[in-house]
């Protein structure tokens, strides 16, 4: 019933937009509006099997509507992150960097830490894009990284992921996830190559880390391996504790600025604005404006709709009438 489930979405949307009399329509089950929207708003030929009360003549703009073919027409509200580049970049790999390096051209590293700070970042050109610990305080308001775990920055990683299309991208093994010994560090290293789909890892520490970055680099999915040399391999970073600043993370407010950062844009205070002005338009009942933002539909098609809803609410108000009264006997 193609004509009828699309009547019925604008049908809805429409009605949702009025305030109901009497009972609030959430208390009603989903099911029973469900049945008699589709009641409504089904062409009696094309559903038989609906009772003769939920069904309403054909009008002739319906039957025309009926005899011509529906192309159905996306109208989502998820829409494209932004326009594909006319000049995508090369996927930047373990050899790009390499090169980099031996040019002594500087590396642009930022954080991301979910699918549209990344894609924003693969999109403004970055080399490394790092999915940072720091998502702790930053993402998940948490107080410290230690609060991290590895499900959470792994699924962290994955939507990062799912943004880069040329960057490299590199995942923060959390802290308690490799420090016990070099298996676990291998295998946590695994994890974020396998589940979080990052191209390498990075891990924190000193000389006592040697032994689980020899560990990890000596795998089969390291680095080395010539098999998989350029995707998906995990590369072991060691840090020394005097370690130089993060790299400053995409589109995320932080509590409070640090010595290392500077601010290139108020992302804070665009979303704040764009936030409060979306606010005073519902208030002020200038969004959504009708015609504008609404879908259109046939006035006797809405009406019909609202009377089988208020139909509905009448039966399930008898119904609970009825219940109440079997309980007090």
């Not at 949702?16 to 009696?44: D, E, F, H, K, M």
């Amino acid at each position: 019933m193609p004509l009828a489930r699309h009547t019925v979405v604008a049908a809805g949307r429409a009605a949702c937009a009025r305030p109901s009399a009497g009972r609030s329509v959430g208390r009603r089950s989903a099911s029973r509006l469900a049945r008699a929207a589709l009641a409504s708003y089904s062409i009696p030929f094309l559903n038989p099997l609906v009772p003769r009360p939920f069904q309403h003549p054909v009008t002739a703009a319906a039957a025309a509507a009926a005899a011509t073919p529906i192309v159905p027409r996306r109208a989502s509200s998820h829409s494209p992150m932004g326009a594909a580049s006319a000049t995508p970049r090369k996927k930047v790999t373990l050899g790009t960097l390499r090169a980099l390096h031996a040019k002594g051209e500087p590396i642009a590293m930022l954080t991301a830490h979910d699918f549209p700070s990344a894609h924003v970042a693969d999109a403004a050109g970055m080399d490394i894009i790092l999915v940072g610990d720091s998502l702790a305080m930053v993402a998940l308001g948490m107080e410290d990284t230690s609060e991290v775990t590895v499900d959470e920055m792994l699924l962290h990683c994955r939507s990062v992921a799912r943004a880069t299309k040329a960057a490299f991208t590199v995942g923060d093994l959390p802290m308690g996830s490799y420090e016990i010994g070099p298996d676990q560090a291998l295998a946590t290293a695994i994890r974020f190559v396998k589940e979080g789909r990052v191209q390498a890892i990075k891990l924190e520490g000193g000389r006592e880390m040697a032994p689980a970055i020899a560990r990890i680099t000596a795998s089969p999915c390291s680095p080395t391996s010539a098999s998989r040399r350029s995707a998906r391999t995990p590369s072991a970073g060691s840090a020394s504790r005097a370690r130089p600043p993060p790299p400053p993370s995409a589109c995320s407010p932080t509590r409070a600025p640090c010595r290392f950062v500077k601010q290139y844009g108020d992302v804070w205070g665009a979303a704040h604005a764009a936030v409060a002005a979306y606010r005073a338009d519902v208030k002020s009942r200038a969004y959504p404006e009708e015609g504008t933002h609404t879908y259109p539909i046939a006035a006797e098609e809405l009406a019909a709709f609202e009377a089988a809803v208020r139909a509905e609410e009448k039966e399930g108000r008898q119904e609970d009438d009825d219940a109440a009264s079997k309980k007090e006997e």
